[in-house]
């Protein structure tokens, strides 16, 4: 029925086991949903090995930047509304960045800047084009200005979303807005334009307009005490064995309301609700009879918006990213799979998808009427091929 071999699927779970066996991996839970059904899911090993427990369906995950498509979904909602334009400057939202200054070279205290010839636009915050950066990059003097600042895997303790966003627009862009791509805070700041064009504190919009219509009951901006048992514990390879470390120091950070609302990185979600969010994307918007979107704004937040149409291979700042850059563009939140050949991958061109800082991925394929998940809690995401491997092995096992 699933047009997917039951004899291959197996050799999911026999690769991924590997990692858990040999400590690289806590534990891994992968989903694969095709054609309006689950064809296969598979839970392995530990959610926290410190104290034994197995990972399992209800798991709860902290996702990271699977938070990004959803802010950029709750974003798209207000522009079908007409409360902004995807041309429309930020500032017209965000006072503070109504004069950005651009780097143009100098370290640390001497950083020569010039302004801006181009104001950062909404399409800008949602195509990762802004010139904004993380502080975890640690490739550029701005990267450093931001860490100086307290912002490289975390935000200042005190700072609210408000506040982040005066302190990014006070540190210089990498680039002219619009001239390249750079993985950042752009959709932090996006979901700050939320707020303001809502007039509601983030988590309060996304729960009224976006997870609550979908059923996605346990999906927030941290894990409930009533389901800290539940939470994975995080980990980050040991610099020496490369085994799986816990990593409580960030990891804590879910486990109570957060200060600043990332709209970039901030949400923790189970295996269940994210799969009814990427329902929703395949089915063009809609989900059990509830629209957040129109099939046409999906069509445009899934068509490449780089300039030239260029892969981020020939526009994307080498740097730490979620997705792999040959063959592949970035829309309005996803990145979108343009050259499959260029990527060297089976994918259907036309794929959507993003991934977490603790290695979790999704996938959207329209053409193949198919969704991939896969749960790990592994930071950085940088450290294995688990994604890249997560696609193999799903599609050899299609045979229509």
């Avoid at 303001?196 to 005490?225: C, K, Y």
């Avoid at 991939?372 to 997560?390: A, E, I, K």
């Amino acid at each position: 029925m699933s047009g997917l071999d039951p004899a291959r699927l197996p050799r999911i779970a026999a690769h991924f086991d590997r990692y858990v066996e040999d400590g690289r991996l806590p534990g891994w839970l992968a989903l694969v949903h095709r054609d309006g059904e689950v064809v296969y899911e598979h839970a392995s090993g530990l959610r926290d090995v410190e104290a034994g427990l197995p990972v399992e369906g209800d798991t709860l995950w902290r996702i990271y930047s699977m938070t990004k498509p959803i802010t950029s979904v709750a974003a798209m909602m207000l522009w079908e509304e007409g409360h902004f334009e995807l041309k429309d400057p930020i500032a017209r939202f965000l006072p503070e960045f109504g004069a950005p200054r651009v780097y143009r070279g100098g370290a640390m205290a001497k950083v020569v800047t010039e302004p801006a010839t181009e104001p950062i636009r909404m399409w800008h915050l949602l195509s990762h084009t802004s010139g904004l950066t993380y502080g975890f990059h640690h490739a550029d003097p701005v990267d450093a200005l931001y860490r100086a600042a307290g912002y490289e895997w975390s935000t200042p303790p005190s700072k609210d979303l408000a506040a982040c966003c005066q302190d990014w627009a006070s540190l210089p862009l990498l680039f002219q807005p619009g001239s390249e791509w750079n993985y950042g805070v752009s959709t932090d700041v996006l979901g700050r334009v939320v707020e303001v064009v809502s007039g509601q504190p983030l988590d309060a919009f996304l729960a009224a307009r976006v997870l609550d219509p979908l059923g996605m009951s346990e999906t927030g901006f941290h894990a409930p005490e009533s389901e800290h048992g539940r939470l994975a514990a995080l980990y980050t390879p040991h610099p020496e064995t490369g085994r799986a470390t816990r990593l409580d120091a960030l990891g804590d950070a879910a486990r109570q309301p957060p200060a600043c609302l990332s709209g970039g990185g901030g949400l923790v979600s189970s295996a269940a609700d994210y799969l009814r969010f990427s329902r929703m994307l395949l089915a063009g918007g809609e989900l059990d009879g509830v629209r957040l979107l129109s099939p046409r704004t999906l069509r445009l937040m899934t068509s490449n918006q780089l300039p030239g149409g260029a892969d981020l291979e020939a526009v994307g700042r080498p740097l730490f990213s979620e997705t792999t850059f040959d063959g592949v563009g970035f829309g309005l939140g996803f990145s979108v799979v343009e050259d499959p050949v260029a990527g060297r991958s089976a994918s259907s061109r036309g794929e959507f998808a993003w991934g977490g800082a603790a290695s979790t991925a999704f996938w959207v394929d329209p053409a193949e009427r198919m969704i991939g998940l896969f749960f790990t809690q592994l930071l950085p995401s940088s450290t294995y091929p688990l994604r890249t491997q997560m696609h193999q092995l799903v599609h050899q096992a299609i045979t229509d």
